[in-house]
Structure formats: structure tokens, C-alpha cells
């Protein structure tokens, strides 16, 4: 049974700095499959914001990018989110995803890991993000 397990969330203030964690159990690892970061605040869907796939790159949403990076440890098949300069805007319950393999998303003939929720498979707990 795949099981994705979250850490790391909290309070802080506006600009702020927090790093989420995401561990993951062996049956898919990090370095086959797609993994992400999805975000959900109150009364709104819950959306992509962080993907990384079988490679370093990464694909972030826009409301994200420069601010958020995503990484993973191969060794202990975990997945990281690096949230800088946090806004309130920011406050959200957050998920780390895993699809059952690679999932890219092409537009334009570039290809990126997909921040598309119907690609993900597999689902952590969610971990709450307040920025105040």
C-alpha cells in the first residue's frame, strides 16, 4: 500500500520561510514516478503549484515561481517543498502527490512534470500552511 507522508507545516509571518516534507513508501520511488506539491485553501479546488519527475526539472505554477522549490532525496525517497517569502495568499492546506509513473505536461513542443491533479495517483494526509 503506497503511503505519502507529510511534515513540516506551521504558522508564520508574512516573508517568512517554512520547508515542507513529503516521505514516501518504496513501492513507487521518487526517481520513477512523478511527484508534486498540490495546495488547497478554503472554499477553492485544490491546485498544482510544484512538480518534479524522473529528472531535476521542475515545473511551478505561476503564483509560485521564484519563491517555492521543489526537490527530492532519492536515498530516503522523499520530496521537499522550500517555500521563501511566504504571503498570506500562500495559506493553504497542502498535499504532496505521486503519480504511478512519469506524467509531463506539452505544450508548444516543451514538456514539463504535469501539475495536473487527474495525473497523481496517490495522496498524503495534507499538511496546514497559515501565513499571517
Known amino acids: 500500500q503506497v503511503q505519502l507522508v507529510e511534515s513540516g507545516g506551521g504558522s508564520v509571518q508574512a516573508g517568512g520561510s517554512l520547508t515542507l516534507n513529503c516521505t514516501a513508501s518504496?513501492?513507487?520511488?521518487?526517481?520513477?514516478?512523478?511527484v508534486a506539491w498540490f495546495r488547497q485553501a478554503p472554499g477553492e479546488a485544490r491546485k498544482g503549484i510544484a512538480a518534479?519527475?524522473?529528472?531535476?526539472?521542475?515545473n511551478y505554477a505561476d503564483p509560485v515561481k521564484g519563491r517555492f522549490t521543489i526537490s527530492k532525496n532519492i536515498a530516503k525517497n522523499s520530496l521537499y517543498l522550500h517555500m521563501d517569502n511566504l504571503k498570506p495568499e500562500d495559506t493553504a492546506v497542502y498535499f504532496c502527490?505521486?503519480?504511478?509513473?512519469?506524467?509531463?505536461?506539452?505544450?508548444?513542443?516543451?514538456?514539463?512534470?504535469?501539475?495536473?491533479?487527474?495525473?497523481?495517483?496517490?495522496w498524503g494526509q495534507g499538511t496546514q500552511v497559515t501565513v499571517s
Open positions: 502527490a505521486q503519480a504511478r509513473g512519469i506524467r509531463t505536461f506539452c505544450s508548444g513542443g516543451h514538456c514539463s512534470p504535469s501539475l495536473q491533479i487527474t495525473d497523481f495517483d496517490f
Open positions: 518534479i519527475g524522473r529528472t531535476a526539472t521542475a
Open positions: 518504496y513501492e513507487y520511488t521518487v526517481t520513477e514516478t512523478t
